[in-house]
């Protein structure tokens, strides 16, 4: 038998799995002491699952058991039973005691690898001393490749990585499309060529817990891009036929893309692609596909573009413009003014002109212009443009009718008349300014308001025959071709020896007068006033003012 101050140990043999191991040291007290062990249950132990720290060989009476971790010291301390009571102290945790003293660790995790100590109080107060080293093994997790570059060129080298967390460290092995290449965590491969395209794998795992995890990428090995060459089926479109574009190469494992006017080609309804995208079929060519096209192949490595194929569609001509605009269906210019016709359409490529007046060719205007420099009276006519593509082999035509004025005043080009012109027509205006200012002359004393006073003098017969004069004042009325009466009192007017006989009517608010003009002779006498027997005192003149300030005159003057 040996000393109780000597601990025996028993070692454990290893457990495929996660391995949680224990083992207990025993003091024997008395010589009469069996040994007793900690045991693992199960041996090996597994992540989230549960481990059993198991006491055996202890067959006396316990009172009391106590588990610590790392040391028996009082600061590492887990837990302790009372079999008496069944009482565990502190009760909520996640390890438990069971009856038998045995330790319950619920979900492992890799932070309960550690060393575990019990210590058992029996009945006779003897103190059992235990050591136990417990250890949770774990991976290998999914490994991990580095760089995760995907592509090489050929000739250039592979080297990969690969790392997985495990305990105890996990072994790597390294396969290509299945066939094991090395067995370490890191592979090279120097220039490599397109037969080292494929699948790569790397497989870690762990042998204790006889697990294993791997993980695989895609690598692909290419050639560097050739540039392709652009080629259409027709050169010389016209607008509304089919072309067909095809980008060569002779490189296979590549993507085709096409570029109009060096921007990513957006198809429409009239765009189909086919042979892996080397072919651009546009079924029917419009005018707006004109253009700069480029066809370009990459890998995953590189790319290169085509030279530019520079596309022409040729069209019209059509909507074809003579102007200027004519109004009411003509075009007007003046004698000896200018005008300049236009003639547009649309084309490609541009369109020749031809110019006609009156159905005949005009040889000297070729382009799209018609001048007109000096009008004549024979310029007037109707003027045809007529537009043709010589690729279409197309023509348009339209027909403008030219129609030359005189000059006017006035006229909204500034255009001005002769100068014999403009005196005739000074002249015409003066006329009719003098006419316009006798009429009113006429009218003005056709209404002139009345006649307040006047009075006649008469002379006897002889005196009338020798022509004796009527002496009147300054307000005396004065007949048309009479002499002007002098200035002040006393002075008499002459009159011509023959006055031409006429009569006027002058009316004044209902009272007639009779104004009577004879050879010699001027009297002016009322109606009321003639002596019945009619005669008439010839040795006297009576003379009256007449005030003509405002005088009604009737509509009838007989000159």
Same mark, same amino acid.
């Given at each position: ?140 997790? !999914?490994? @991990? %490749?580095?760089?995760? +570059? /995907?592509?090489?060129?050929? *000739?250039?080298?592979? #080297? ?74 027709? !050169?010389? @479109? %016209?607008?509304?036929? +089919? /072309?067909?574009?095809?980008? *060569?190469?002779?490189? #296979? ?307």
């Amino acid at each position: 038998m040996e000393s109780p101050s000597e601990p025996q140990c028993r070692t454990l043999s290893p457990w495929r799995g996660l391995l949680i191991t224990a083992s207990i040291l025993s003091c024997w007290i008395q010589p009469t002491s069996a040994q007793v062990t900690i045991v693992p249950n199960p041996p090996f132990g597994e992540v989230n699952h549960n481990v059993t720290l198991e006491i055996r060989g202890f067959s006396g009476q316990a009172l009391f058991y106590t588990w610590y971790r790392k040391a028996v010291a009082e600061p590492n301390r887990i837990t302790r039973y009372t079999v008496e009571t069944g009482e565990q102290e502190p009760a909520g945790i996640r390890e438990k005691v069971l009856p038998n003293g045995s330790l319950l660790i619920p979900d492992l995790t890799l932070s309960d690898t550690d060393d575990y100590h019990v210590t058992i109080v029996n009945s006779r107060g003897d103190i059992i001393l235990g050591q136990g080293n417990l250890a949770v093994y774990d991976g290998p997790d !999914t490994p @991990m %490749i580095f760089p995760t +570059a /995907l592509n090489y060129p050929v *000739g250039a080298t592979i #080297e990969l990585n690969c790392s997985a967390e495990s305990n105890p460290p996990a072994q790597f092995t390294w396969l290509i499309n299945g066939i094991q290449m090395a067995s370490t965590s890191k592979l090279s491969i120097a220039n490599v060529s397109l037969n080292h395209t494929g699948t790569y794998t790397c497989n870690a795992s762990n042998s204790v817990t006889g697990l294993s995890r791997s993980k695989d990428i895609n690598i692909t090995v290419s050639e560097r891009t050739i540039k392709p060459y652009l080629m259409a089926n027709r !050169t010389n @479109m %016209i607008e509304n036929d +089919a /072309l067909a574009f095809t980008c *060569g190469t002779e490189q #296979e494992g590549v993507d085709t893309l096409w570029f109009f006017n060096e921007k990513l080609l957006i198809l429409n309804e009239r765009m189909v692609l086919s042979m892996k995208n080397r072919t651009l079929t546009i079924l029917t060519v419009k005018r707006e596909n004109a253009g700069s096209y480029e066809c370009e192949i990459r890998n995953p490595i590189s790319s290169s573009r085509s030279d530019p194929f520079i596309l022409h569609v040729n069209y019209g001509p059509e909507n074809i413009k003579v102007g200027p605009n004519p109004k009411k269906g003509e075009v007007e210019v003046k004698i000896k003014g200018s005008l300049t016709l236009e003639c547009h359409v649309e084309s490609y490529p541009p369109a020749q002109y031809r110019w006609q007046v009156n159905g005949t060719k005009i040889p000297n205007f070729s382009n799209n212009t018609y001048v007109i420099k000096h009008a004549t009276w024979e310029d007037s006519g109707k003027y045809t443009c007529m537009a043709t593509n010589n690729v279409t082999n197309l023509s348009v035509s339209k027909s403008i009718r030219i129609k030359v004025i005189e000059q006017y005043i006035g006229g909204s080009n500034g255009s001005s008349l002769s100068g014999g012109a403009i005196t005739g027509i000074v002249i015409v205006v003066l006329i009719g300014v003098i006419l316009i200012g006798v009429l009113i002359y006429i009218q003005c004393f056709r209404k002139a308001r009345r006649i307040s006073k006047y009075q006649l003098s008469e002379k006897n017969q002889s005196a009338h025959k020798h022509g004796e004069d009527i002496i009147m004042n300054e307000n005396t009325v004065h007949l048309p071709g009479s002499a002007l009466p002098a200035q002040g009192s006393g002075s008499s007017p002459t009159f011509p020896e023959e006055l031409p006989k006429s009569s006027y009517q002058v009316c004044d608010q209902g009272e007639a007068r009779t104004l009577s003009e004879t050879k010699g002779e001027v009297k002016m006498v009322s109606k009321d006033e003639v002596p019945a027997d009619g005669t008439e005192n010839r040795n006297e003149a009576r003379v009256e003012t007449l005030d003509i300030t405002r005088v009604d005159v009737c509509d009838k003057i007989d000159l």
